[in-house]
C-alpha cells in the first residue's frame, strides 16, 4: 500500500489514474507482464490547476493516445533521473504539457470527447501561445474561430474550465517561471514586459496569487549556487 504526499498520475497499459494527497491505494497485476508509471507533482496551483480540467478528485480514465501520454511521462522521468542546470524549469514545462494532455486524451461519455473540444479551440490556444508578450483581447481570441467574444468565453469555460484571461496569465506565469530561472540578470521590469503584463505590480500581484510567492523570491529559490 502507498501513501503519497503530492498529487500523482500513473499509467498502466492505457488507464490512468490521479490520486490526490492521502489516498491509500494497492495495486495488483491482472496479468503479467505488468508496469506502472507515475509522475508526481505538488505546489500551490495544483489543485486549481486540476480542478480547471474537471479533476476534481482521485479518479481513473482510459486515455485514448496512450503513446503520447507514455512518451511525455518517459520524458519527465528521464529528465530527473539525470538532474542537469535547469531541469525544474524543463520539468515544470513537461508537467504542464503532461496535464493537457491528460485533459485532451482522457475518454470521456460525454458525445463530444475532450479531444475533439480541444482540437476545436486550438487555433486559439495557438494564438495565445504566440502572442502571449503582446495585448490580448477577447475579439483577438473569437476572430480566431470567427465567432463573437461572448461564445468564445463561453467555449473555452466548457473546453478547459477556466475564463480566457484567466489561461493567458496562467501561461504568462509560467514563461515568466522560465525566465526568472534562465536569465537571473533580467530586472523584474524586463520579465513584466517579456511576458505581456502592463505593469510590474499587476504582474507580481498575479504571480503571487497564482504561486504564493513573490518572483524574487521565487528566483532566489531556483538559483543555483
Same mark, same amino acid.
Request: include cysteine; glycine fraction near 4%.
Given at each position: 500500500?502507498?501513501?503519497?504526499?503530492?498529487?500523482?498520475?500513473?499509467?498502466?497499459?492505457?488507464?490512468?489514474m490521479?490520486?490526490?494527497?492521502?489516498?491509500?491505494?494497492?495495486?495488483?497485476?491482472?496479468?503479467?507482464?505488468?508496469?506502472?508509471?507515475w509522475?508526481e507533482?505538488?505546489?500551490?496551483?495544483?489543485?486549481p490547476?486540476?480542478?480547471?480540467?474537471?479533476?476534481?478528485?482521485?479518479?481513473v /480514465?482510459? *486515455?485514448?493516445?496512450?503513446?503520447?501520454?507514455?512518451?511525455?511521462?518517459? %520524458?519527465?522521468?528521464?529528465l530527473?533521473?539525470? @538532474? $542537469?542546470?535547469?531541469?525544474?524549469?524543463?520539468?515544470?514545462?513537461?508537467?504542464?504539457?503532461?496535464?493537457?494532455?491528460?485533459?485532451?486524451?482522457?475518454s470521456?461519455?460525454d458525445t463530444r470527447?475532450?479531444?475533439?473540444?480541444?482540437?476545436?479551440?486550438?487555433?486559439?490556444?495557438?494564438?495565445?501561445?504566440?502572442?502571449?508578450?503582446?495585448?490580448?483581447t477577447?475579439?483577438?481570441?473569437?476572430n480566431?474561430?470567427?465567432?463573437?467574444?461572448?461564445?468564445?468565453?463561453?467555449?473555452?469555460?466548457?473546453?478547459?474550465?477556466?475564463?480566457?484571461?484567466?489561461?493567458?496569465?496562467? /501561461?504568462? *506565469?509560467?514563461r515568466?517561471k522560465?525566465?526568472?530561472?534562465q536569465f537571473? %540578470?533580467?530586472?523584474?521590469?524586463?520579465?513584466? @514586459? $517579456?511576458?505581456?503584463?502592463?505593469?510590474?505590480?499587476?504582474?507580481?500581484?498575479?504571480?503571487?496569487?497564482?504561486?504564493g510567492?513573490?518572483?524574487?523570491d521565487?528566483?532566489?529559490?531556483?538559483?543555483?549556487?
Amino acid at each position: 500500500m502507498l501513501e503519497i504526499e503530492g498529487r500523482t498520475i500513473s499509467l498502466s497499459k492505457g488507464q490512468g489514474m490521479i490520486l490526490y494527497p492521502g489516498i491509500p491505494h494497492r495495486y495488483f497485476p491482472i496479468m503479467e507482464p505488468w508496469t506502472v508509471q507515475w509522475v508526481e507533482f505538488n505546489g500551490n496551483f495544483a489543485a486549481p490547476f486540476l480542478q480547471s480540467l474537471d479533476f476534481h478528485e482521485s479518479t481513473v /480514465f482510459f *486515455i485514448t493516445k496512450p503513446e503520447i501520454f507514455q512518451a511525455r511521462i518517459n %520524458e519527465i522521468n528521464h529528465l530527473f533521473s539525470i @538532474r $542537469k542546470h535547469g531541469s525544474s524549469y524543463d520539468g515544470s514545462q513537461l508537467l504542464y504539457g503532461l496535464l493537457l494532455d491528460l485533459f485532451r486524451y482522457h475518454s470521456s461519455s460525454d458525445t463530444r470527447s475532450n479531444h475533439e473540444q480541444y482540437e476545436h479551440l486550438k487555433p486559439v490556444i495557438d494564438f495565445i501561445e504566440n502572442h502571449f508578450d503582446q495585448p490580448i483581447t477577447l475579439q483577438n481570441l473569437a476572430n480566431q474561430l470567427a465567432v463573437t467574444p461572448h461564445y468564445m468565453c463561453v467555449l473555452f469555460q466548457q473546453t478547459i474550465g477556466a475564463r480566457p484571461f484567466e489561461y493567458i496569465n496562467r /501561461f504568462r *506565469i509560467q514563461r515568466a517561471k522560465e525566465y526568472l530561472q534562465q536569465f537571473p %540578470e533580467w530586472e523584474i521590469q524586463t520579465i513584466t @514586459r $517579456k511576458v505581456g503584463f502592463e505593469s510590474p505590480s499587476y504582474f507580481i500581484k498575479v504571480f503571487k496569487k497564482n504561486e504564493g510567492i513573490t518572483p524574487n523570491d521565487f528566483r532566489k529559490m531556483h538559483t543555483i549556487r
